[in-house]
């Protein structure tokens, strides 16, 4: 007799945490777990190289069309004529082009940042818009980087 009432016992024990459960998920609508977590939210990040004169194409891999492509009447890759906006989810990213490519990276918060050595040539740190202003880096204005100056050590 004792076995049959814990059998009863447990067996409305379930049911009460099944039908508790179920009252949580479609009072919610969902679990937690559903929700996307920060690092896979997507951002809509501007590229805006229409400063670079003459008109080439760009790309940032695994996200737009590769410029290595061999014939330019079927490229599919952005135009340096045009700003596109991108999906990007937080994480690091290279911006190409034929003569210039760096990278930078998309914040939880979908902000662009990249390294202030190129801040001569990229704008939009903190923004959601990168603005690429040089088609290489090395001479910019004429003033090479102290850099090259650099002599080896013989020592």
Same mark, same amino acid.
Request: proline share 8%; net charge neutral; with cysteine.
């Given at each position: 007799?004792? %076995?049959?009432?814990?059998?009863?016992?447990?067996?409305?024990?379930?049911?009460?945490?099944?039908i508790?459960?179920l009252?949580?998920v479609?009072?919610e609508?969902?679990?937690?777990?559903d929700?996307?977590?920060?690092?896979?939210?997507?951002?809509?990040?501007t590229i805006?190289?229409?400063?670079?004169?003459?008109?080439?194409?760009w790309?940032?891999?695994?996200?737009?069309?590769?410029i290595?492509n061999?014939?330019?009447?079927?490229?599919d &890759?952005?135009?340096?004529?045009e700003?596109?906006?991108?999906?990007?989810?937080?994480?690091k990213?290279? %911006?190409?082009? %034929?003569?210039?490519?760096f990278?930078f990276?998309?914040?939880m918060?979908?902000?662009?940042?990249?390294?202030? &050595?190129?801040?001569?040539?990229v704008?939009?740190?903190?923004?959601?818009?990168?603005i690429?202003?040089?088609?290489?880096?090395?001479?910019?204005?004429?003033?090479p980087?102290?850099y090259?100056d650099?002599?080896p050590?013989?020592?």
């Amino acid at each position: 007799m004792n %076995f049959d009432i814990a059998m009863k016992h447990r067996s409305l024990s379930l049911r009460v945490t099944v039908i508790g459960l179920l009252a949580m998920v479609f009072a919610e609508g969902s679990f937690a777990g559903d929700r996307p977590a920060a690092h896979l939210h997507e951002h809509q990040i501007t590229i805006d190289a229409t400063k670079l004169v003459p008109m080439s194409w760009w790309q940032v891999p695994g996200v737009t069309p590769s410029i290595w492509n061999s014939d330019p009447e079927s490229l599919d &890759a952005p135009k340096t004529s045009e700003r596109r906006d991108l999906s990007l989810r937080p994480g690091k990213y290279k %911006f190409i082009s %034929f003569t210039f490519d760096f990278p930078f990276t998309v914040g939880m918060n979908g902000t662009i940042d990249y390294s202030p &050595a190129l801040d001569q040539c990229v704008q939009g740190r903190g923004t959601q818009t990168l603005i690429v202003l040089c088609k290489r880096t090395y001479p910019h204005g004429g003033q090479p980087d102290p850099y090259y100056d650099q002599k080896p050590n013989n020592g």
